[in-house]
């Protein structure tokens, strides 16, 4: 009686562990691929504003992260997106797409 361990392999079933091993080192790839998304920088600095530019941004209490994630400059009328820091039709300098000011209109 054969032992099931000592079966010889037959071309096909080494074809099936070559094309098991592709497609789970396949599955990996786009897994570790999905999981690497590019992200917007911690903040976005505003330089070269006028003392009443940086004025309008405390009056209306910008900050780089927004606490409500429904209210996020990304979600506002007036943000204008650019890769990675975007503009804002209200506030000048850089904005940050995460952030939040009290301009907030919400899309």
């Given amino acids: 009686m054969p032992s099931i ?3 010889p392999s037959t071309p096909s079933d080494s074809t099936s562990r070559r094309r098991l091993l592709l497609y789970c080192a396949s599955t ?3 897994l570790a691929g999905a999981g690497c998304k590019r992200s917007a920088p911690a903040t976005c600095p505003a330089s070269n504003l006028s003392s009443d530019e ?3 941004r405390t009056v209306l209490g910008y900050v780089d992260s ?3 994630a429904a209210k996020t400059c990304a979600k506002c009328q007036q943000y204008v997106p650019a890769d990675p820091c975007g503009s804002c039709k209200v506030v000048n300098g ?3 797409p995460d952030g939040y000011c009290r301009a907030f209109v919400a899309l």
């Fill in 5 to 7: 361990f000592l079966m």
């Fill in 94 to 96: 850089a904005i940050h």
């Fill in 28 to 30: 990996l790839a786009l």
């Fill in 54 to 56: 940086l004025n309008v």
């Fill in 66 to 68: 927004s606490v409500d």
